[in-house]
């Protein structure tokens, strides 16, 4: 069943999940051009200093509390969300600890290259049938489509769309956008992992 066409919640994983679970194994640290280049925990946000982090977690000041370790899982977390998912747009927002104000951050992807992919319409525009979106979409043909699922021609979005006797669940799980975001994220991810190694080893 769809449980809404506003968040698209159909069998859906999200888009970047499907997409990076076929390619990743095209991206290396090396293609990437990130080689030796993981997150320096000691140094994460130059414009933040000790006053601002206790300000996030005021439990940093004890010295029992891996505050390294926090630091790189905040940080980490916060520069992921800049980015879109298919159903949510991007932020740069966090709070302070007891604080329900939100704050801005400086961006946190400045001069690294990638393409900002902050709006969830980059991967659906709205329109359950437009063939163009790179999440998915409902067709009466499974032609042109990286994957396609036949559903019964009752189901309500598919009868109420007159897409009768067949009916079609697209993800195309294609396109610039997604690209764009992979490439952003794994290279990410690859850093923030190469940090926690250091942190690790450090330890």
Known sequence: MVKSLDTK??????????????????YTASSLGIVGDGYDYENLIPSFDESDWLDVNPNL??????????????????????????????????????????????DLWAGEGYTSVSSKSAFFN????????????????????????????????CFEAGLFPTCYYCTPDEGPNIEDEAEAELSHAMRAVSGLYRLFWKV
């Open 126 to 157: 709205g329109n359950l049938r437009d063939q163009n979106n790179e999440d998915f979409f409902y067709s009466s043909s499974s032609v042109g489509s990286a994957n396609c699922n036949i559903l019964n021609p009752f189901h309500p979005f």
């Open 61 to 106: 000041d004890d010295s029992e509390y891996p505050s390294d370790l926090f630091k790189l899982f905040w940080y980490t977390a916060q520069k992921t969300q800049f980015y879109a998912s298919d159903d949510a747009n991007g932020n740069n927002k966090y709070r302070k600890s007891g604080d329900q104000i939100l704050y801005n951050l400086s």
């Open 9 to 26: 919640e159909f069998e859906d994983d999200s888009i970047l999940e499907e997409y990076t679970g076929t390619e990743f194994p095209s």
